[in-house]
């Protein structure tokens, strides 16, 4: 059975900082290029960046470019997402996806709240 659990979320001030893990089970990672995604409260499902299998290429939403880095351990087959100067605004569920700006999202996802 493929998973991918989601972990890391939090409460944070603006300003922040927090990370993200997507530890994946059922399927190998390193063959696929892996996504995140979010939803924010009453909103639909956004993408926010991927990551190339090889980790070569990274690419991000303008909103979270600059200050959201996307990262893989092929050997953990985990995914990370590193998010500095958090914004009110990054306030979701995060969510990683398989595939190159997937939102094929399989796990619970992980909270993110931004507040003071």
């Known amino acids: 059975e493929v998973q991918l659990v989601e972990s890391g979320g939090g409460l944070v001030q603006p300003g922040g900082s927090l990370r993200l893990s997507c530890a994946a089970s059922?399927?190998?990672?390193?063959?696929?290029?892996m996504s995140w995604a979010r939803q924010a409260p009453g909103k639909g499902l956004e993408w926010v960046s991927s990551?190339?299998?090889?980790?070569?290429?990274?690419t991000y939403a303008d909103s979270v470019k600059g200050r959201f880095t996307i990262s893989r351990d092929n050997a953990k087959n985990t995914l990370y997402l590193n998010m500095d100067n958090l914004k009110s605004e990054d306030t979701a569920m995060y969510y990683c996806?398989?595939?190159?700006?997937?939102?094929?999202?399989r796990g619970q996802g992980t909270q993110v709240t931004v507040s003071s």
């Open positions: 990551i190339s299998s090889s980790s070569a290429i990274t």
């Open positions: 059922g399927f190998t990672i390193s063959r696929s290029a």
């Open positions: 996806a398989e595939g190159w700006h997937s939102t094929r999202i």
